[in-house]
């Protein structure tokens, strides 16, 4: 492959890894962009894809072009073509039938059922590379590719704190610890959640809509499942009825089985908004794969803290945090960590010494 072949392929896998991002994440499908390139290396058509039940991006790409267009061409895709017929048919079929002379590829399609399509197009004799950008690829479907390798969806566990790890006031109040350009990155992040999670105490004590919001107050695009856990009741005329989504209600409390009621609801990636007992319930479970604090320049003492028993009883049991990211937003900070062991309690000699 010539320098210049190579570029060329570059930057169509750049636009095509934009073209994914500009669809829908959290829901049921990962985000995928593709370029179909002419022999040429100019660009002959460009697709995405827009959400379960729509064309997958090779697919949106070919449906541009008059039959017989794409022959010769090489297809520049983000992820793996799909080998299944799910509520399309196999786009390494769609590949082959328009005379596709080669394929490139980011990522690796994880999801068992729909793999196998570079095997596929190998054999009808379609040139295949895989890998080109793939850690970009992964990054922006990161979300999903866990959820598919877990069999459960992502679980990022959010709340706003003052420096002291009170999450509201004696009162239960908690309106607004954290200012205003702090709640416009929540919203923008909870858009990119296909759920959004509270127990029934935070319901009840804050009646949050759970939409995901401008900062003039009008809705973003994306709109994750508003989802409430508890045996409790959620008042008629709570503000999440009025949800352009329905409310999901799971009475259960297990965190393993609120993941999968929200599964089946289509989401891959859940935003946990607390309060403190739902998002302690989770974190004993194993169950979250991020967390984002939102820390303001205040202290409220008392007994409302962020995080309930978590059963580490010694300083060898604490959960060890990798912190990936701290941003100041306004006038408080962000912190943005995972658990270095999500499912295990985090023994350190050197802390036990
Ligand atoms: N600063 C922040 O970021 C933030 C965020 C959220 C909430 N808050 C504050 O937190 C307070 C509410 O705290 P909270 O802990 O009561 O809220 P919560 O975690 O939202 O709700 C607790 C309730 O959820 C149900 N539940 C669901 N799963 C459970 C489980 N695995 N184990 C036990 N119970 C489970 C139980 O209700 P049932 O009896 O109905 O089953 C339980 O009483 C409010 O003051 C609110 O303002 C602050």
């Known amino acids: 492959m010539t320098a210049g072949v190579a570029t060329r392929l570059q930057s169509a896998m750049r636009r095509a ?3 994914a991002a500009e669809g829908p994440a959290g829901g049921p499908n990962p985000q995928v962009g593709c370029v179909l390139l002419a022999p040429d290396g100019a660009v002959l058509a460009e697709g995405r894809h827009r959400g379960a039940g729509t064309p997958h991006a090779e697919i949106d790409a070919l449906s541009q072009l008059p039959t017989g267009a794409a ?15 799910g509520r399309t048919g196999p786009c ?10 080669r394929v490139v590829f980011a990522q690796r399609d994880p999801y068992a059922p729909a793999s196998g399509g570079a095997e596929r197009l190998r054999a009808a004799g379609v040139e295949v590379e895989e890998g080109l950008l793939a850690e970009e690829a992964e990054a922006l479907n990161e979300h999903w590719t866990v959820a598919v ?18 999450i509201a006031a004696a009162d239960g109040t908690s309106r607004w610890i954290s200012g205003p350009v702090s709640r416009a990155d929540v919203h923008r992040r909870r858009a990119e959640h296909g759920a959004i999670i509270v127990g029934t105490g935070t319901a009840l004590a804050d009646d949050p809509g759970l939409t995901a919001r401008r900062e003039d107050g009008s809705l973003l695009s994306a709109q994750p499942v508003p989802v409430v856990v508890g045996a409790r009741d959620v008042p008629a005329d709570a503000l999440v009825r009025r949800h352009p989504r329905p409310l999901l209600h799971v009475r259960d409390h297990r965190p393993d089985a609120v993941l999968a009621a929200v599964a089946e609801a289509g989401a891959t990636a859940v935003f946990l908004e607390g309060g403190p007992t739902l998002v302690t319930a989770f974190l004993a479970a194993g169950l979250v794969d ?12 008392g007994p ?5 028993d978590l059963g580490v009883a010694t300083i060898a049991d604490q959960r060890r945090l990798d912190v990936r990211e701290v941003r100041t937003l306004g006038a408080d900070l962000l912190v943005v960590a995972r658990p270095v062991d999500p499912g295990v309690p985090h023994t350190d000699s050197a802390a036990s010494a």
Do not use: F, M
Not at 304 to 308: H, M
């Open 304 to 308: 409302r803290l962020a995080i309930a």
């Open 92 to 101: 390494a079929v769609a590949l082959i039938e328009a005379g596709v002379a």
């Open 149 to 166: 390798r877990r069999g459960r969806p992502w679980v990022t566990a959010k709340w706003a704190s003052s420096l002291d790890g009170r």
């Open 71 to 85: 022959r010769g061409a090489t297809a520049v895709v983000t992820l793996e073509p799909c080998n299944h017929t």
């Open 290 to 301: 991020e967390l984002l604090v939102y820390l303001a320049p205040t202290l409220i003492g």
């Open 17 to 19: 890894l934009d073209l």
